[in-house]
């Protein structure tokens, strides 16, 4: 049986051009644009996925505005700083520039950014008792922190909020609004993102059933030790496996 080999090149960039670089860059948050349209995980127009550019400043690849998931492609994501200056003509959506650049500006580790307003998401983020310890999925993202609600968000003060409140954590729930998870690559926080979709789906279809069996936060934590040194190599070998799904279905969206 042949065993798939992990593509040492596509985390690893110390080998590109500053343009091959880029363009990996563009084809995985294209990829992650159609894959959450494909899992349904779309909002209209309304939701946002990123990515921070290398080299100085905080500038980062969004999905341009006014287009639905399905239709994002390499080319046609807008580079945006962190002031809000974008590289083309087109209208901006100043939530998804204040969500992301607060993140990318002060999370160094934080390259990939995915932001979503799903049914379940939202209905776990408005719940009193948030995201609880039922499933293997909830272990997969502990610890998730929480950001209390302020109205859209358009504010450049709440940058600094948003900031504070995610601290070190890979995943967060925006009360009464949806779900942010970030990572190191596409990679990482696209998993991460799956795994906090599906926690919040399990939780509210175990809720219908009456009582669940909540675990400590003690297991949490022993299943982040068990399955964080791997997580990198587990979230790549997932990424690729997507792509050459998408590669099947569509591959316009690295165009």
Known sequence: MSVHKLDPN????????????????????AAACRLAALYGWDDQIATHITARLPGEGHRFLINPFGFYFEEVTASSLMI??????????????????TVHSA????REDAHAVVHLHTVAGIAVSASKGGLR??????????PVVYHDWEG???????????????????AMLLRNH???????????????AYFLQRACEVQVAAAAQGDLIEQPDSISELVQRQTSTKFADSSMLNWEA???KLDRLDPSFRN
């Open 178 to 192: 949806g779900s942010l998870t970030v990572g190191r690559t596409m990679a990482e926080a696209f998993q991460r």
């Open 103 to 106: 993140i990318h500006m002060n």
């Open 152 to 170: 859209v968000v358009i504010n450049p003060d709440e940058r600094g909020r948003l900031a504070r409140d995610i601290g070190t954590a890979n």
């Open 133 to 142: 310890n039922i499933s293997h999925n909830t272990m997969m993202v502990y």
């Open 242 to 244: 997507l792509l050459r």
């Open 10 to 29: 596509r985390s690893d960039q110390s080998n590109m051009s500053a343009d091959e670089a880029e363009w990996r860059l563009r084809v995985d948050v």
């Open 80 to 97: 945006l700083d962190e002031h809000g200056n974008a590289d083309r003509e087109g209208p901006l959506n100043l939530a998804g520039f």
